[in-house]
């Protein structure tokens, strides 16, 4: 099955199945791809599937959209055709594609999810939940991104970069907070012992 993935400065944000004829991305909340940013435009463009095929039509955006660093009106997708939309790159990924992320893994009763991306080299830090019913655990950060968060609530990614971790806001109304102190735009370098809350649990960042 063909899926988006939405990433910003390197890091992913989240992955979209294709699973309908018609597929809308857009900053306004009832697309089916929502990225909430100014340069996306309310109905920024559409995916269409028509078989195996899957066209992409950018529908009268003010900032366009743009495959592979070329302006389209509508075009047809290829495996790896990388979509640019304001700072953020959505990469195609076909049927053939290899998938090498994994599936979300629940860590407390569907409330809080971390879910992992592409491996990287097993690193020595971990998430460990510190309130609500899965307290004590611990999610090892042994991939380039994890996901953690209440999907439609609150949702921040940590990506292992090479001097270290950073957090950073994907989604959601509520503002996750580091050390009490609200989590902008940007992301932010991670040290052990940080405090890290989203979702209404909170949970300690521990880099042994």
């Given at each position: 099955m063909p899926k988006m993935i939405v990433s910003i400065d390197g890091v992913v944000m989240k992955e979209v199945q294709l699973t309908k004829d018609r597929t809308t991305l857009g900053r306004r909340p009832y697309n089916d791809i929502v990225i909430d940013n100014l340069a996306v435009s309310g109905e920024h463009a559409v995916m269409q599937m028509s078989g195996a095929d899957v066209f992409l039509?950018?529908?009268?955006?003010?900032?366009g959209t743009y495959v592979n660093g070329k302006a389209i009106k509508k075009q047809q997708l290829q495996n790896g055709d990388t979509i640019e939309i304001g700072k953020y790159k959505i990469k195609f990924a076909s049927d053939n594609f290899s998938d090498?992320?994994?599936?979300?893994?629940?860590?407390?009763?569907?409330?809080?999810?971390?879910?992992?991306?592409?491996?990287?080299?097993?690193?020595?830090?971990?998430?460990?939940?510190?309130?609500g019913t899965a307290a004590g655990r611990e999610v090892p950060l042994v991939k380039v991104v994890t996901t953690i968060g209440k999907p439609g609530v609150a949702v921040a990614?940590?990506?292992?970069?090479?001097?270290?971790?950073?957090?950073?806001?994907?989604?959601?109304?509520?503002?996750?907070?580091?050390?009490?102190?609200?989590?902008?735009?940007?992301?932010?370098?991670?040290?052990?012992?940080d405090l890290i809350e989203l979702a209404g649990t909170q949970m300690q960042f521990i880099q042994k």
């Open positions: 039509e950018d529908l009268n955006s003010t900032n090498q992320h994994e599936k979300t893994m629940v860590i407390n009763s569907g409330a809080v999810v971390a879910k992992a991306a592409p491996a990287a080299p097993v690193g020595n830090a971990a998430i460990k939940v510190m309130s990614a940590i990506t292992r970069r090479p001097h270290g971790y950073v957090v950073a806001l994907v989604e959601g109304a509520t503002r996750p907070t580091v050390n009490s102190k609200p989590l902008g735009s940007e992301a932010i370098d991670l040290r052990h012992g």
